[in-house]
């Protein structure tokens, strides 16, 4: 599959794997070192993706909510295509 990862400043979308759903995490980086959390995840289900967060941290004062708006429009597309391609094979 092709990558279809997209970063945009701290937060970035993962289109997952077999084992883990497609995910927003936010990157920070403190005195400890660099760290990533995930904000919400795509799941699947019978009708195609959609998204549950995690708790309130899409909503933390540090999440630029534009960018992740963004990032979710654009998951959502690569959740959509990746739903339609398994439901024709």
């Given amino acids: 599959m092709m990558c279809v990862n997209k970063r945009i ?3 970035e ?3 997952g794997s077999a084992d883990r759903s497609p995910e927003i995490i936010r990157h920070i980086t403190t005195s400890l070192g660099d760290s990533r ?3 919400l995840w795509f799941i699947r289900g019978s009708e195609g993706f959609s998204v549950q967060f ?3 941290r899409p ?3 540090e999440i630029d909510r534009f960018t992740l708006w963004k990032l979710m429009r654009y998951g959502q597309r690569v959740c959509d295509a990746i739903f339609e ?3 024709r094979t």
Wanted: hydrophobic content about 50%; proline content about 0%.
């Fill in 9 to 11: 400043g701290d937060l």
């Fill in 13 to 15: 979308f993962l289109v």
């Fill in 37 to 39: 959390y995930t904000l």
């Fill in 54 to 56: 995690i708790g309130d």
């Fill in 59 to 61: 909503f933390g004062v």
């Fill in 85 to 87: 391609v398994d439901e």
